[in-house]
């Protein structure tokens, strides 16, 4: 391993095979995750980048290639590293504390000690007096907030969130990718985030990383020097916004050709 290095990916190669044919998602990727590290992965729609967190989880085995964490392959699911989807994922019938209970629950943690760790979490994501409420009575934010704490309550090494703010309105996912930052800030957690936007991936990434379209291997790997909070609007962020947007648009077209192809032949 490298140096503070919490993942290693070496050769991934990820094919899907049905009856009627064979996708190639990933083709021998090549990257390392350093501890503590907000890393995000961009590219263009289908290009695989929710595939990759599942092979890093453990929730899909590559075709060739190996992934490492702490010098150790994933060969399934593991504690050490938490999924935080899109969707809400939060079951509707057990309430806000039960839901970021569950893990512990079904490790066998005793009640009060569980409770204990639940309630911590509870206010470092900022939902204290919403214990006791069910899903249906959250609003979107609040919702990811619980499915945040949740993966954070079994204390993981690394955090997988797979667009976790895509079905948000633009102002809650503002607050959100705020609320991030502290919380990544106050745990020091190795976060690998996926994203559509550039934006969002250049105001919270320690460095993104980009993404050809499929099969998925590494393009360009921009580290981030910008200090935080980033100003949005200054002429640094426009700048690199404007470099890695270029990158990703060069690869959709790729991607829209590549259909289009298909489409003719």
């Known amino acids: 391993m490298d140096g503070n290095a919490l993942i290693k990916i070496e050769h991934l190669t990820k094919i899907f095979d049905s009856d009627d ?20 992965l961009l590219g263009p729609s289908g290009c695989g980048k929710t595939t990759i967190l599942r092979l890093i989880a453990g929730l899909e085995i590559p075709s060739e290639g190996i992934i490492y964490e702490r010098g150790e392959k994933v060969e399934g ?56 409420a069910h899903p249906n009575e959250l609003s979107g934010g609040m919702k990811q907030r619980v499915g945040i704490a949740r993966a954070l309550a079994n204390e993981p090494d690394v955090l997988l969130m797979d667009e976790p703010f895509g079905s948000l309105d633009a102002q809650t996912r503002n607050i959100m990718q705020r ?56 002429k640094e962020f426009a700048k690199l916004r404007h470099e890695i947007l270029g990158e990703v648009e060069e690869e959709v077209t790729k991607a829209i050709a590549s259909e289009r192809k298909k489409e003719e032949s």
């Open 21 to 40: 044919k064979s996708v190639s998602a990933i083709s021998n990727l090549n990257l390392t995750i350093e501890e503590g590290e907000f890393i995000t």
């Open 77 to 132: 699911p593991g504690p050490n590293r938490g999924m935080v989807f899109q969707e809400f994922a939060l079951f509707p019938w057990r309430t806000v504390i039960k839901n970021i209970e569950f893990g512990l629950e079904i490790q066998g943690m005793p009640k009060e000690k569980r409770r204990e760790i639940a309630m911590h979490y509870i206010d470092l994501v900022n939902l204290e007096g919403f214990e006791n």
């Open 179 to 234: 609320e991030l930052l502290g919380i990544w800030q106050k745990t020091n957690k190795t976060i690998v985030f996926v994203t559509h936007s550039v934006d969002e991936a250049l105001y919270l990434s320690d460095r993104v990383v980009v993404l050809t379209s499929r099969p998925a291997t590494i393009k360009k790997e921009i580290s981030i020097d910008l200090l935080r909070p980033r100003d949005r609007a200054g």
